[in-house]
């Protein structure tokens, strides 16, 4: 089948065929004729199998008789609204909806945070026909209403599954709640689970399911691998995998904002040039750092799940789980960012004892246990507490006694007696061990072990009758009383 076959516009078939392609992928042959249809529609195909070409392209051509040269705000009013969990993906579906729509006369606007909002601002006001946003960003500009949804036709959610997450919820419901009733609503997304379903259904008419593949499968392209290694010798095996593979681009995922740049500065000091994505850094620093990694001017990225929705690099060779997810539908997220546009790629995990409970999770969707990879023996040395590695690491050499036999530079430490070894654990806290006073006589009544307080009767002696404020010197004369100067002595007769 081809894009003709789609009964696609003349304008729209020019730019797919500038991009290469001549046949639609499966998701693309079944999902575009629904939409056209102005069916109501949840895709479910997997990552990188052209979900957004999937309803842009249709999007483009319900929205074509409204195209205006006009450049009059009134004639640009918002009529879709595309909602993504991500700025990347926000910044990735509007560069598709320009490439599509570059010989449509329909205006497009971004809206994500992370950035002024002024200029967002101005877009908006001089009128746009196609949105794509955040939904916090949206909600900013629902508030200072630079924004009217009124005549939106068509809601499109892509990356579904964490758009109606319990953390999106919230705010898709505002959103919702301000758009016409009357609408046609497409999800799509590579995993959908049963609560999803339910939960689409609240408000979408009757929706029809498109699937090209098995509900929440991997890419087929991708080769899985499972690396059983202990917490503290995984970063010494993730050095030693990208050396020894020679991995010109890889994109390494953790589960926590802070673990990434823990793990690019761990990277670096082993000579292994690593950035950072996450959702902490500026918007201006996360696209400096995806623009370098898709150019391969930066050949590792570190990043967390939620940043690394909307990274789209047709050819990325490899995917390493340095933490795997706590969600299985996330790892099927995260290999999807290889094996892409028939190119095929390499999963690889290391996955710790503690992990283990995640990784059964996890194949358990996917249906079939992972294969798994031997450690290399000897590779590297744990990176537990008190351990370094590399220039921080103490060099020591052992000395010998006269005798020949291997000494230590450091004593060993003297043990207790075996009646005071515990000693130290029963002493209550802020107890000091002094050696006694010759000549005195401890009382019987008192107890040592315990800090000391004053007892009630001084606290009541001293409540009673407070001491004089001291002023001046020790030994110094009272001043006296102001009055005492200005006292008139009685005159004397004369």
Do not use: W
């Not at 392209?57 to 991500?86: D, E, G, I, K, W």
């Not at 599954?161 to 419901?173: E, K, N, S």
């Not at 046609?184 to 379903?197: D, G, H, M, R």
């Not at 995806?290 to 690099?313: M, P």
Request: with cysteine; proline share 10%; net charge positive.
């Amino acid at each position: 089948m081809s894009f003709a076959a789609l009964n696609l516009l003349p304008e729209l078939l020019r730019a797919v065929e500038e991009q290469g392609y001549t046949e639609p992928t499966p998701i693309q042959a079944k999902a575009i004729p629904e939409i056209l249809a102005r069916h109501d529609i949840m895709g479910c195909a997997q990552t990188g199998t052209g979900k957004t070409a999937g309803f842009t392209l249709p999007l483009l051509q319900l929205l074509h008789p409204h195209a205006s040269t006009s450049t009059s705000p009134a004639r640009h009013p918002v009529r879709a609204l595309v909602l993504v969990p991500t700025r990347e993906l926000a910044a990735q579906v509007e560069e598709s909806v320009r490439t599509y729509g570059k010989y449509v006369p329909l205006r497009i606007a971004v809206v994500y945070g992370g950035i002024d909002i002024k200029p967002q601002i101005k877009a908006l006001h001089a009128g746009v026909e196609i949105v794509v946003a955040t939904p916090g960003r949206l909600i900013d500009h629902l508030e200072q209403k630079s924004i009217n949804l009124s005549q939106v036709q068509i809601l499109v959610l892509d990356e579904a599954d964490r758009m109606l997450d319990m953390g999106f919820m919230p705010a898709i419901t505002r959103i919702l709640g301000v758009l016409p009733k009357q609408r046609q609503n497409l999800l799509f997304s590579a995993t959908f689970s049963e609560e999803i379903k339910r939960l689409a259904g609240e408000f979408m008419r009757a929706p029809k399911m498109i699937e090209v593949a098995r509900r929440n499968a991997p890419a087929e392209l991708v080769t899985h691998q499972v690396y059983e290694v202990p917490a503290a010798k995984k970063a010494a095996l993730l050095a030693h995998l990208i050396r020894s593979r020679d991995m010109k681009q890889v994109l390494i995922f953790v589960r926590m904002k802070r673990d990434a740049d823990k793990l690019a500065r761990q990277l670096q000091r082993d000579g292994l040039p690593a950035a950072a994505i996450h959702g902490d850094r500026s918007q201006g620093e996360r696209t400096v750092a995806l623009d370098e990694f898709k150019t391969g001017q930066s050949r590792i990225l570190v990043a967390t799940d939620v940043a690394a929705r909307g990274i789209d690099i047709d050819q990325l060779p490899f995917v390493i789980n340095y933490e795997i997810p706590n969600t299985p539908e996330d790892y099927v997220h995260r290999i999807g960012r290889t094996g892409r546009a028939g190119t095929p790629g390499e999963a690889i995990s290391l996955v710790s004892p503690d992990e283990m409970e995640y990784l059964a999770g996890i194949e358990k969707l996917l249906k079939r246990a992972i294969p798994r990879v031997a450690v290399p023996e000897g590779l590297g040395e744990e990176r537990g507490a008190g351990a370094r590695h590399g220039r921080d690491a103490p060099s020591r050499s052992p000395t010998r006694s006269p005798a020949g036999a291997p000494e230590s530079r450091e004593a060993p430490p003297r043990s207790r007696p075996p009646e005071d070894r515990d000693a130290h654990r029963r002493r209550p806290r802020g107890s000091i061990d002094s050696p006694p006073v010759p000549g005195l006589r401890p009382d019987p009544s008192f107890d040592f072990s315990k800090p000391y307080e004053p007892s009630a009767s001084s606290k009541t002696e001293e409540t009673a009758a407070p001491a004089p404020a001291r002023v001046g010197p020790p030994g110094a004369k009272r001043p006296r009383p102001v009055a005492a100067i200005f006292r008139v002595k009685p005159k004397e007769n004369a």
